[in-house]
Nanobody, 116 residues
Framework: EVQLVESGGGSVQPGGSLRLSCAAS????????MSWVRQAPGNERESVAI???????NYAASVKGRFTISRDNDKDTVYLQMNSLKPEDTAVYYC??????????WGQGTQVTVSS
């Protein structure tokens, strides 16, 4: 059974940093791309960052230069380092995996709140 468990969310002041983690299990982690998706209240889900199985990365324009996605295949974990956080980054952040058949798996989400 595929499981994705996020951690590391919290409250931070504007300009601060947080590091999110997503621990994966139930599949061969190194073979799959992983992504972080966020959803703010009243907004649609937004793909924030993607990392492929070959470590290629892509970012939403809104976070480029501030967020960094990385993965540790020895720990079956994907990370999202978030720097220079802004109030508009406030959202629930989800870890997602899409398998080769197109099925998507999501974690439970972790809340990030950026406020002074």
């Amino acid at each position: 059974e595929v499981q994705l468990v996020e951690s590391g969310g919290g409250s931070v002041q504007p300009g601060g940093s947080l590091r999110l983690s997503c621990a994966a299990s139930g599949f061969t982690f190194k073979n799959y791309g992983m992504s972080w998706v966020r959803q703010a209240p009243g907004n649609e889900r937004e793909s924030v960052a993607i990392i492929s199985s070959s470590y290629r990365t892509n970012y939403a324009a809104s976070v480029k230069g501030r967020f960094t996605i990385s993965r540790d295949n020895d720990k079956d974990t994907v990370y999202l380092q978030m720097n220079s956080l802004k109030p508009e980054d406030t959202a629930v952040y989800y870890c997602k995996m899409r398998n080769w058949a197109g099925a998507e798996y999501w974690g439970q989400g972790t809340q990030v709140t950026v406020s002074s």
